[in-house]
């Protein structure tokens, strides 16, 4: 079993729709919680960092942690086609730790 | 917010040569960077982590030898792949966390590595 599972996808959507991109994990030891958007071939670029369990909002993200599920999600709303990437889900036991990366979700927003 | 400037940004080289790739933390500085590889439509691989003043720490399966990490100071750290073969090819990717800021692991831009 992977350490953190995430669907690769790819997802499609049309402009405007509520997209929900979702990890799994199995450490429980993860305590920092965070997703990155990555265009093509770009470096990976951090949306939303949450620690421990509960919600966290950034404009037309919201960011979950449910840690009893070892489960978190990324919600955007009203989506753009700019919002187009690759998004990663990561995950780490503490702030000086390496992270751990889903596969990556590839998101297409079609106009 | 913090930011890690990674060059080259994209490289090409002849099979056998070395590359070095550098990762600097702009106006933050890093104890420690990370150093992945991401092959295409992957996710990011960690192969390494670089602590400065001291040796890095390599992952299962990641030669030292070939890939040789060197953290000399707070806001530097470079990656080498010496003797570069073609599955050597990838995009290699540093990041770093600014200890003093809230926000989580800046990552640089990448280095597309192709070796030919």
């Known amino acids: 079993q992977k350490e953190v599972e995430q669907d690769p996808g790819p997802l499609s959507v049309p402009e405007g729709a509520i997209v929900s991109l979702n990890c799994t994990y199995s450490n429980s030891a993860f305590q920092y919680f965070m997703w990155y958007r990555q265009y093509s071939r770009k470096g990976p670029e951090l949306l939303m960092y949450?620690?421990?369990?509960g919600n966290k909002e950034d404009g037309r993200f919201t960011a979950q942690v449910d840690k009893s599920s070892k489960y978190i999600s990324l919600f955007i709303r009203d989506s753009q086609p700019s919002d187009s990437a690759t998004y990663l889900c990561a995950m780490s036991v503490n702030n000086n730790n390496d992270m751990r990366f889903g596969a990556g979700t590839r998101l297409t927003v079609k106009p | 917010g913090a930011v890690v400037s990674q060059h080259p940004s994209r490289v090409i080289c002849k099979s056998g040569t070395s590359v070095k790739i550098e990762c600097r933390s702009l106006?933050?500085?890093?104890?420690?960077m990370f150093w992945y590889r991401q092959f295409p439509k992957q996710s990011l691989m960690l192969m390494a982590t670089?602590?400065?003043?001291?040796?890095?720490?390599?992952e299962q399966g990641v030669e030292k030898d070939k890939f040789l990490i060197n953290h000399a100071s707070l806001t530097l750290s470079t990656l080498t792949v010496t003797s570069a073969h073609p599955e050597d090819s990838s995009f290699y990717i540093c990041s770093a966390r600014d200890a003093g800021g809230s926000d989580g692991y800046t990552f640089g831009s990448g280095t597309r590595l192709t070796v030919v």
């Open positions: 949450t620690y421990s369990s």
């Open positions: 670089s602590n400065e003043g001291s040796k890095a720490t390599y």
């Open positions: 106006d933050f500085q890093a104890t420690t």
